[in-house]
């Protein structure tokens, strides 16, 4: 199986910049790649921040965008974003039965589980104790498949202090560390919120996040009081997963870096 990533698309309305740049514009630079590129891959999945203000016209504008992409379409929804605006104008959403916009979706590698970390009027990550039932009840219900989580904010702080400030609950962090250990097959995790390219181990599961659409956040594990921006280049990430083995690799679609044989592999 091959699939995208993509995180922190910010779409805006048409017209509308932020920092200086069109993240519309980025996207769209980004699905011609894409579509030129990978449009071999199984599915595209996108972990929030689909919008910048969570407004009606930016999920059109959002909607008018991906339609244009050529596969199929996951996404959750991250702290920028507006849950009803959301389910209204993205027909890929769907919530649970308390209006938490989250799925588990078969797929050929296992169970993607679509998780919601808004909290209403903060930036902030949170999995509240109803967020977690439902996420209990799709580990039980799918005990003998391999889980793969994706969630706007991760469940553990990352050291970068600005960024940790509006990180995830630590209560609901730990359930969910719970959880995910429990099932026992739980076997990546990805997330967005960071803008950053970041990857590791929690609780033994690997974890993996890249650049956004927009302004990417700077490496600064000092600044507590400001998050700083930086004019890196945007990402997207191209999943394969193979048996028990999964690669990641991160493509910078705008860089203009100029490509050069470097020989046969025998040299
Ligand atoms: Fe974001």
């Given amino acids: 199986m091959k699939f995208i990533h993509l995180t922190d698309i910010h779409v805006t309305e048409p017209g509308a910049s932020l920092f200086g740049q069109s993240p519309n514009l980025t996207l769209d630079r980004c699905i011609d790649d894409l579509n030129r590129n990978h449009a071999d891959a199984d599915l595209c999945l996108i972990t929030g921040d689909l919008t910048h203000n969570g407004t009606v016209p930016e999920y059109a504008a959002a909607r008018d965008i991906l339609d244009r992409l050529k596969l199929r379409k996951l996404m959750l929804i991250g702290n920028h974003d507006q849950r009803g605006p959301a389910l209204d104008g993205l027909s890929e959403l769907s919530a649970d039965e308390h209006g938490f916009v989250q799925q588990a979706v078969p797929t050929g590698a296992g169970i993607f589980v679509l998780m919601d970390t808004k909290t209403d009027d903060t930036h902030s990550g949170a999995y509240c104790a109803a967020r977690q039932d439902w996420l209990a009840r799709v580990l039980r219900d799918h005990r003998d498949r391999p889980v793969w989580l994706f969630m706007h904010h991760p469940p553990f702080e990352t050291g970068m202090p600005a960024m940790d400030r509006i990180g995830m609950n630590r209560n609901d962090a730990a359930a969910i560390a719970r959880l995910a ?61 193979t048996g028990d083995m999964t690669c990641i690799h991160y493509h910078d679609f705008d860089s203009t870096a100029m490509r050069q044989s470097m020989g046969g592999p025998e040299e």
């Avoid at 033994?204 to 890196?232: K, W, Y």
């Fill in 181 to 241: 250990v429990g099932h026992g097959n739980v076997r990546h995790m990805f997330f967005g919120h960071f803008h950053r390219p970041m990857s590791g181990t929690w609780n033994g599961i690997p974890f993996s996040s890249h650049r956004s659409m927009m302004l990417q956040c700077a490496l600064d594990f000092e600044t507590a009081n400001e998050v700083g921006g930086i004019f890196e280049e945007p990402q997207y990430a191209v999943v394969t997963v």
